[in-house]
């Protein structure tokens, strides 16, 4: 039968693909040791969605995330002890009383304004950069206890100190996952607005080369509408009207001119110079 460590270590990697499950992980860190809050955030000065996409939390309300965010982030004081020292861009364990006095703490706003009316006021924190992959993001692995509860003993250090390097696998793991996402997704939705643009769009490869035409770039090439393909480039055909070619060249090209009405009353086009020799400049 898997013991409650194995479980732990079970659940950390199945939150890599299940990030819903962070809150789980959290969870069973806090039963393991007695803690009654968990929080995984970033420290980093960015802060955007691949970075939000990384926070989870075990019972932290909605409202305490949001007054931390909006208002306490900047003014943690155990966060900017830890940076003062160096310590967010190392994998360490610190509790909280190492990184700031308790009574530089209780005479803090940051403890008095959010901590304290939601029984928060001990630490232990597992800081999870690797001075690589993790370095742009800092992550934080946080336990909480109320304020007139006794330290995180030792064995609390030796458990995250021993799920550290776990935690940083799985990590470095879905910072990937959602580095790739957003990738993909910004791509698909590149290419589904080219495609619904009215004029036609080509788009271009280091050499000069066709890489892509959007359906309405596609359409004039096949009408052979003063426009023709050859061996990767795109040429005007001869005879053709040089004074407005519809195509809107993208990055490679510049428009010289908006809003000229096409041969035959069709919609105004971007258009690119063409020189004498008929080939378009690229």
Known sequence: MMDAADQLIEDIYDAVTFPERWGGVLERLCALTDATHGFLFT????????????????????????????HFRH???????????GLLNRCVVRRGE????????????????LLRDHGMGRLCALTLSDGGELSSVQPV???????????????????????????????????????????REEACWSGRTIDRLPMGVVLL????????????????????????????????????RRAGLPICWR?????????????????????CRVPPAGRLIC
């Open 43 to 70: 420290a980093a000065p960015r802060h955007d969605s691949l970075t939000a996409a990384l926070w989870a939390r075990h019972n932290i309300t909605d409202r305490q995330l949001a007054d931390y965010t909006t």
């Open 75 to 85: 003014r943690d004081v155990w966060a900017n002890a830890a940076a003062a020292r």
């Open 98 to 113: 190492d990184l700031v006095p308790d009574a530089v703490l209780r005479r803090s706003a940051f403890f008095n304004e």
């Open 141 to 183: 692995l946080s336990l909480h206890r109320p304020p007139d509860a006794s330290p995180f003993p030792d064995e609390t250090v030796r458990l995250l100190q021993d799920c550290a390097p776990h935690l940083q696998r799985a990590m470095r793991l879905r910072v990937r996952l959602l580095a790739g996402r957003d990738g």
């Open 205 to 240: 490869d280091a050499a000069g080369r066709i890489a892509g035409l959007n359906r309405a770039g596609q359409a004039m090439i096949d009408a052979r509408d003063g426009l023709r393909l050859v061996q990767g480039r795109l040429q005007a055909e001869q005879g053709a």
């Open 251 to 271: 990055r490679r090209c510049r428009p010289a001119e908006r809003g000229r009405q096409r041969a035959g009353g069709r919609r105004p086009t971007s258009e």
